[in-house]
């Protein structure tokens, strides 16, 4: 059965480029109730620990690096069939790839800077949503 969490992080980039404020739009207009979120910034050890899953390939460094050059809005979002749904919406990774209207395609600027996170799986959805909201902080 599908989860009805993802999590999202809206990237330095698009937070640097105002663009929080649209992409939050797209999300409630998708459908998604914002179960949570915050303005934060990733320092170098949260970052690692976030994506250390990525940490023996090439682009791991680079990704530390771009994560924590600026604020982060990170946010829980509820729907049915949350992760996938969540993907359709945000893109391929590769802007250049995705599908028109979706978040990558109208703010993401390569690959690399694409604007925002989404979960991949029901089970790192959970564990990401943990690693940036306590139970408290999520309505």
Same mark, same amino acid.
């Not at 105002?18 to 992409?23: D, E, F, L, Q």
């Given at each position: 059965m599908a989860s009805n969490i993802t999590l999202t992080m809206i990237k330095p980039d698009a937070v640097a480029a &105002?663009?929080? /404020?649209? +992409?939050i739009d797209l999300i409630i207009q998708s459908g998604f109730k914002i179960q949570a979120m915050k303005l934060t910034r990733l320092s170098k050890e949260k970052a690692e620990e976030f994506y250390a899953v990525h940490k023996e390939r090439g682009f791991f460094g680079d990704l530390v690096k771009f994560m924590t050059e600026g604020p982060i809005v990170a946010a829980v979002l509820e729907k049915d069939n949350a992760v996938e749904d969540f993907r359709k919406l945000i893109g391929a990774t590769?802007?250049?790839n995705a599908a028109? /209207?979706?978040?990558?395609k109208l703010y993401a600027t390569d690959i690399e800077r694409n604007a925002v996170h989404g979960s991949d799986s029901d089970e790192n959805? @959970? +564990?990401? @949503?943990?690693?940036?909201? @306590? &139970?408290?902080?999520r309505f």
């Open positions: &105002g663009n929080s /404020g649209k +992409i590769n802007p250049a028109e /209207g979706t978040i990558r959805a @959970a +564990i990401e @949503a943990s690693f940036h909201f @306590a &139970g408290v902080e």
